[in-house]
Structures are given as C-alpha cells and as structure tokens.
C-alpha cells in the first residue's frame, strides 16, 4: 500500500488539510524511530518519489492548514456594534470590516478613521508597509476606492468618537435659594454664571458666600488622598505599636495613649463623609462674576446648593461646650471660643483653625505675625471654629500627618453638615 492508497481509505483529507509537508513516522528493526517527510500534494498527484510505499506500523501526519490554525486576522476597535477580530478574507477591504462589525454607531464620527499597518508579509507573502491612514468612513462606505482600501493581515481600524459625545445629556442640579431650582441639561462649554442665569438669579434669602459646589472628580480625589492618610496613620500606628511593647511602664502608658489617639483619628477619617466639595466664591449678584476664575465650566454630574444665611458659627473638636453659637457681626474666633467654654487640656491651641462658609480652611500659620493669629480673625454667618487634639506622642512627620487629617475630616464634616 502506498501513501496515496491510504488516504483514499481514509476517505480522503479534509477541507482544512495542509497539502505541504507531511510526516510518516516509521518504526525500524532495531526498534528506534524514523520520520520521513513527503509532499503530500505531489503524492496525491502519484509522483512515486513522493508516494511511497507504506510498511506495518507506519504513522501518517497530515497537518492542519497554516490558513486555519493560525488564520490572517484584522481588528475594529471603537465606536461600531461590535468591535474586536474579524478573520481576513480575500479582497477583504474597509467597508466590509464595518459591514461585518454590525455597522457604525450613532457616536461614531463617519467622517473620521485611521487604519494602521503593520510591516508583516500578508497571505500572498507581500510585505506591507507599517503606517497610518487617514479615511474617511462615510466615503469607504459609499464605496469610494481611495478611501475605501484593501485590508492586510494585522490591520488596525480605529473608529472615533463623535467631539462632545458623552456630553449629550449631560445634566447638572441647582437647589436652595434660586428663583428655578431643578435639574439642567447643560451644553458643552457652558458656565457657572449661565446656569444661575436660567434659574433665574438667586433670591433675596440667599447666602451665596456658604454655597456648596460638588463634583463627582473631586470627590473621587478626595477618596483617593484619604485613603493615602489612613495608610500613613496605619504605618505609624505600627511603629508605635512595636516600640511600646519593649519600652518601660511610663513610656509605654504613654505609646498606648498615642496609639489610642491615632485609632480616634483613624475612625473619625474613615467615618467622615466625602463631600466632593469645590472651593467656589459666588457674588450676590452677577456683576463682575461671569468670566471670573469662579466662574467654572460645568460638567456631567455637577451640583450647586445655595444656603439662607446659616445665623450661626459653629465650635468644635476639643472645647468644652462643642455648639452651634448664635453669629453675632464683627466678632472673632477669640470671642466665640470663650462662649464655648474654651479649648480643653488636649486641644493642640496653636493649631486652631477655621473653616470658612466657602469650604476654605483659615490656618493658625495665616497672618500670626501680623493679626494677631487665628483667633483674632473675624468669623461670618456658616464659619466653622476648629480647635484640633494636641499629639501624644510621635514624630513631627507624624504631627503633621495627624493635623492635616484632622482639618480633613473636620473639613468634610462641616461640608456635610452645610448641605440640608
């Protein structure tokens, strides 16, 4: 029996036979193994040469076609129904990628596409140049054959998104003291000062200064740095931690209470709520403010709440009588700590600070030399007075980590508080 005969009892190959190189793999007398290789398309066509006579206990190794094991591909990639890897068919070219791709969606940009070649030898062993392509979708579509191009294996076609897409629907919320508070769908470009404009301008009973502007990227940074802080206080709590187990009785009554302080701190950051709060200073009217650098442009997402005058000022943190005090025009931070009993034995009195209505933090550090510090500053309907926990123990890295945290959580607290 010769090679050929065995295939036609085989009942011949199959559509996907590689007609090339095949391999018999033959056991020999001493027990060792031989492998012949034959061209399996001349054997077929009877070429004794390659047709050659089988013995007992020959294996034939007929292959996979290259075409089918590892077939010539192009991809889709963007704004289609279904982008991904499409096999490459002969005379396959732009359109019938996007045919085959479910077609452009209503975000694509049909006026706009960008085909990438790369230099590997395509089915017909044509080495294709690597680059770029400009085209033009709509005119490959309508058939246009500078523009619709050949495709080559490793093609890459990018279909782009339409400029100002995802704005479409876009929608920012306007609430309290606004003659038209509501949801607004809101344009590409639009600003802070259109907004209010639409709504009408904002009422009498407006406290403009205390409004509380979110936006979800703040919020999602604000998430992202705490959770840098809270890592931080972990790594210092554990060095604590270690050093108290090998330290006197004193000392480590002393690490234990600074490690209590630091499991305070710690909960108080994880609890506070994330405002997503950006520092905006409206006017009571609209004169000089559009165009201002308050003046923002709005984006998806975005709210703006707008307060009645609070009519109080708030203490808090380590005082003894943490309230809400009437406001009383002109007075200063001093004068509204006294009525609040004062600052306690823990508090950290140099670092006092105060939250402005506006989201801004007045600092101990601004205008000590001059004003007389912090609690010379005079405070206005919505200011929030906060008197920090002074640090048991630690590094003044670890100082400085535990003030920023407390002005932050106290920061995102009073936002919170602000919006009803």
Do not use: C
């Amino acid at each position: 029996m010769h090679l050929r005969d065995a295939i036609y009892l085989a009942d011949g190959l199959t559509p996907d036979a590689a007609q090339g190189s095949a391999q018999v793999f033959r056991t020999q007398a001493d027990g060792t193994m031989k492998i012949l290789s034959v061209d399996l398309k001349e054997a077929i066509a009877g070429n004794p040469l390659e047709n050659i006579l089988l013995l007992p206990r020959d294996r034939l190794l007929i292959h996979k076609s290259p075409a089918q094991v590892d077939p010539a591909t192009v991809y889709i990639k963007g704004e289609v129904a279904k982008p991904g890897r499409y096999p490459l068919v002969a005379n396959m070219r732009v359109s019938d990628l996007v045919r085959s791709a479910g077609g452009l969606l209503r975000s694509a940009n049909p006026d706009s596409g960008d085909l990438t070649h790369y230099a590997i030898a395509d089915s017909s062993g044509e080495r294709v140049q690597a680059g770029h392509q400009d085209l033009s979708l709509a005119a490959a579509l309508a058939g246009a054959e500078n523009q619709n191009v050949p495709l080559h294996d490793g093609d890459v076609l990018t279909v782009p998104q339409q400029a100002g897409w995802n704005d479409i629907g876009a929608v920012v919320t306007l609430r309290g003291e606004v003659r038209k508070p509501g949801v607004y769908g809101i344009r590409s470009g639009e600003r802070l000062s259109s907004l209010l404009q639409r709504a009408g301008g904002l009422l009498p009973t407006a406290y403009p200064r205390a409004a509380v502007f979110e936006r979800e990227e703040v919020r999602e940074l604000q998430q992202k740095n705490r959770q840098e802080m809270i890592q931080r206080l972990e790594q210092e709590s554990t060095v604590v931690k270690t050093a108290a187990s090998t330290t006197g009785t004193e000392e480590a009554a002393l690490q234990q209470a600074a490690m209590q302080q630091r499991q305070r701190v710690l909960d108080a950051l994880r609890k506070a709520p994330i405002s997503g709060r950006l520092v905006i200073h409206l006017r009571p009217n609209r004169t000089g403010f559009e165009g201002s650098p308050d003046d923002i442009e709005l984006r998806a997402g975005d709210s703006l709440m707008i307060p009645k005058q609070p009519g109080a000022v708030l203490v808090i943190g380590q005082v003894y009588n943490a309230n809400a005090l009437t406001y009383t025009p002109g007075r200063n931070a001093n004068w509204y700590l006294s009525r609040a009993g004062g600052a306690t034995q823990l508090a950290n009195k140099g670092a006092i600070f105060i939250v402005r209505s506006d989201g801004s933090v007045t600092s101990g550090s601004q205008g000590r030399f001059w004003s007389g510090g912090v609690l010379s500053a005079t405070l206005g309907p919505g200011d929030t007075i906060v008197v920090p926990e002074r640090p048991v123990l630690g590094s003044n890295t670890f100082k400085n980590i535990l003030t920023i945290a407390q002005i932050a959580s106290s920061a995102a607290l009073v936002a919170a508080v602000a919006i009803p």
